[in-house]
């Protein structure tokens, strides 16, 4: 929703650029935490199991440009997603065979 969000807020104010940008958000959430939030907001029951690396690299997002930050956490936007989700009729509950 924030991409949708920001591209419509680039069209109305006719703020286009050229290069690429990245949207990102102020938090920053590990792989295994994004799993468990979509797990939990999407009510999946499925086992998450973290797993300990040797080596720890960082692929956080940001950007050089100041305007390119979601005012919303990387929670509150899955929440957003779901409930749109809900709202247009695309959510369904995943099958998932153990």
Do not use: R
Not at 22 to 28: A, G, I
């Amino acid at each position: 929703m924030a991409v949708a969000k920001y591209i419509e807020k680039m069209i109305e104010t006719n703020s286009y650029w050229k290069g690429i940008k990245h949207l990102y958000s102020n938090d920053t959430v590990s792989k295994y935490e994004l799993a468990c939030f979509v797990n939990e907001i999407y009510d999946l029951n499925i086992e998450i199991t973290p797993l300990e690396l040797e080596t720890i690299v960082n692929k956080t997002l940001s950007s050089i440009y100041d305007n390119m930050v979601v005012n919303k956490s990387i929670k509150e936007q899955i929440i957003e997603q779901k409930n749109v989700d809900l709202k247009l009729g695309t959510y369904s509950v995943l099958e998932i065979s153990s």
